[in-house]
């Protein structure tokens, strides 16, 4: 029998449960293997990519910091073109190569061009946008699909904003943000 884990989503939670175990231990980044996996994988696929971008791997001292990986150089546009598409799958690889834990992918993350701090404050601001249109017409607003770190950026900054509440529905890449007026009774 092998000691392989078998990942929580293959078993049903109990009634009443969350698919989450409170008992599970929390996850911790090896920063140390993660920065030499990245380099070595890096390494491997940038040179096969035949694009004129060099990158650097930083990882600052502290528990609970994260992996960084950025990148630079005259062909970044490709990096960054399609809502920086190519940027995500080299960062979801990266991931798949190290094995991380889905509870760490938001410790190690790639950025080109500032992107992340960019969509960050865009995704923050459209939020905040769309709250104010939805206490202004009393009607729901539906954000196109998103992933689950931008859905929760969404719910984190409309947290406590007051007249409205978030919701996410739907299913898989399928899954929308969804601003609704807030009531006075309960959800």
Request: charged letters at 30%; proline letters at 6%; aromatic letters at 6%.
């Amino acid at each position: 029998m092998s000691d392989e884990r078998i990942p929580a989503a293959n078993h049903p939670p109990a009634r009443g449960a969350s698919r989450r175990q409170d008992t599970q231990p929390e996850p911790r980044l090896d920063r140390e293997r993660a920065v030499a996996e990245i380099g070595r994988f890096l390494g491997i696929a940038m040179p096969e990519m035949g694009l004129a971008i060099e990158f650097e791997i930083s990882a600052p001292a502290g528990e609970e910091a994260d992996v960084v990986v950025t990148f630079h150089g005259a062909d970044q546009d490709w990096l960054l073109e399609r809502n920086a598409e190519l940027l995500l799958a080299l960062e979801h690889i990266a991931h798949r190569w190290l094995r991380l834990d889905p509870r760490l992918h938001d410790r190690v993350r790639f950025d080109c061009g500032d992107y992340r701090a960019t969509h960050l404050a865009e995704l923050k601001l459209s939020a905040r946008v769309a709250a104010q249109r939805v206490r202004e017409t009393g009607q729901p607003h539906r954000f196109n699909p998103m992933s689950s770190r931008e859905r929760r950026i969404v719910h984190l900054e409309l947290n406590g904003a007051p007249g409205v509440r978030t919701m996410s529905e739907g299913f898989g890449d399928r899954r929308q943000l969804v601003i609704y007026p807030a009531t006075s009774s309960k959800r």
